[in-house]
């Protein structure tokens, strides 16, 4: 066997070479496909553009939507949704992969937009978008409404006409598109406009909104689905009817508005009454209320007159007067006369009981009485003094008996200082002072030494001279 290596005629491409020749080949064969699959791992990035995958039972395609294409979708790819897509293949060759390139994007048959929508109402229903109370009642009578509809077609012809034959109305129309691409953001906008009118510019704000479009599919009316139509609706500041399609048509700003009319023209017949139907209703009101009024004057007039009766004729209390009048004019008349005569009776009285004889008993009887309260009066006060005196005596006994004389006469002496006043202790005398010692029958004047006898002698105060015979008791 030779070592030679075998020779070629057929070139050697470079990596770049197959690479481009595979990307214009699948380009030219596949410049124009429909693909139908399962949406997984869709996610934006931070340049706007979108990356995603479609998957069947046997295969995974790899997909991306460029910035510009993915801003005029119809509808946000999702986990899960099938679609049908429209694009071309084509290579990258930086992984040696295949992807397709997504121009434009639609749901896979009328299972797929249910599935959708369903999960879509559960997810706002879980926000609270479709709760009972946060309806808003309608007013009675508005004075503008305001309707977001197609400026053509039979939908807003209806609603004027039928909002004229009830109750003409100022309308205003804000027109959108109602189906096809960025109607749902119009749809959201033209609610959201009318919300931020305040009524003070050329503009009136609405009373009322209706949201209005015909019937037609569920692909049709797809645009009252989105998530932005329902947040608006559910936003709204002014009161809203939904009326989109035919009574049996359901989309999801029915489930949001305040009202869900089956059709446009049963949402202008919510909107504004019948204007016979009111001055009707007026004018049964008021016929009510004449009756009311005149029935209460009538129950008035009737009390009014019960009352009268019972009030007295004024001449018969100018009668009545009158003659009370004549009774108390006699009565005076004769009153001081009979005050005479009763102090004259009185006057009797006292004159018989002071009669001389009647006097001179009393007289002694008072006499008696007297003399018997002075023979007892000598005896009383003689022993009341008596009894007094022995009081007197006893307390002198006493008294005398702790009288400082009596302790004097036993032995003991009292020691005064030189102003005169008691001394009680040894630490009030100091070496020097003149004091003066008291015994029973007189007083001696001393010096107070240091407990020898002092070489000066003290003053004698001189006693009182003592009476004759001493103390000696006089018999007589």
Same mark, same amino acid.
């Given at each position: ?68 294409a993915y801003a005029k979708l119809g ?63 309608l007013p009675t009578l508005p004075t ?73 599919? /569920?692909? !049709?009316?797809? *645009? ?7 947040? $608006? @609706? #559910?936003?709204?500041?002014? %009161? ?11 989309? /999801?700003? !029915?489930?949001? *508005?305040?009202r869900r009319a089956p059709t446009p023209? $049963? @949402? #202008?017949?919510?909107?504004? %009454? ?203």
């Amino acid at each position: 066997m030779s070592d030679t290596p075998a020779t070629h005629n057929a070139p050697a491409f470079s990596v770049t070479e197959v690479s481009t020749a595979l990307k214009r080949t699948i380009e030219d064969a596949f410049g124009f496909v429909r693909v139908r699959g399962e949406i997984s791992q869709p996610k934006v990035a931070t340049s706007g553009h979108c990356y995603l995958r479609l998957k069947d039972e046997g295969a995974v395609l790899d997909g991306i939507i460029w910035r510009g294409a993915y801003a005029k979708l119809g509808i946000r790819p999702e986990e899960g949704m099938e679609v049908i897509v429209t694009g071309k293949l084509t290579t990258y060759p930086g992984r040696s992969s295949y992807q397709i390139i997504i121009e434009a994007m639609e749901l896979a048959g009328q299972g797929a937009l249910l599935k959708l929508l369903e999960d879509r109402r559960k997810k706002l229903a879980a926000e609270g978008l479709f709760d009972e109370g946060r309806k808003k009642p309608l007013p009675t009578l508005p004075t503008v409404i305001g309707v977001v509809s197609s400026p053509t077609g039979a939908v807003i012809r209806d609603i004027l006409h039928r909002i004229t034959d009830r109750f003409p109305r100022h309308v205003i129309l804000w027109p959108v598109k109602v189906q096809g691409e960025g109607s749902a953001e119009e749809i959201a906008a033209a609610i959201a406009g009318f919300n931020a009118l305040d009524g003070t510019g050329p503009i009136p704000r609405p009373d009322v909104l209706i949201v209005a479009r015909g019937g037609g599919s /569920l692909e !049709d009316l797809w *645009a009252f689905n989105e998530e932005v139509v329902v947040r $608006a @609706a #559910a936003a709204s500041t002014i %009161p809203l009817i939904a009326a989109v399609g035919h009574e049996t048509d359901w989309t /999801l700003i !029915d489930h949001a *508005a305040d009202r869900r009319a089956p059709t446009p023209t $049963a @949402a #202008a017949e919510m909107a504004v %009454p019948v204007r016979l139907e009111c001055n009707a209703r007026v004018a049964q009101v008021s016929g009510r209320m004449v009756q009311a009024v005149t029935r209460q004057l009538e129950e008035g007039r009737i009390h009014l007159q019960g009352l009268v009766r019972g009030i007295p004729r004024l001449e018969v209390i100018v009668e009545e007067k009158q003659q009370h009048l004549d009774t108390l004019t006699e009565r005076l008349k004769l009153g001081p006369s009979k005050f005479l005569a009763v102090l004259g009776q009185d006057l009797a009285v006292l004159t018989a009981r002071l009669s001389p004889d009647r006097f001179r008993r009393e007289l002694s009887r008072e006499h008696d009485h007297l003399k018997q309260l002075s023979a007892r009066l000598a005896p009383a006060m003689t022993r009341t003094l008596k009894d007094d005196g022995m009081r007197v005596a006893n307390l002198g006994d006493r008294l005398e008996s702790v009288s400082p004389k009596r302790v004097l006469e036993r032995g003991y002496a009292m020691v005064w200082d030189a102003e005169g006043a008691p001394v009680t202790s040894v630490a009030k005398v100091a070496t020097g002072d003149a004091l003066v010692v008291e015994f029973g029958d007189g007083k001696v004047g001393v010096m107070a030494g240091e407990g020898a006898p002092s070489s000066t002698p003290p003053r004698i105060v001189k006693r009182a001279a003592p009476k004759p015979g001493g103390n000696q008791g006089n018999l007589f």
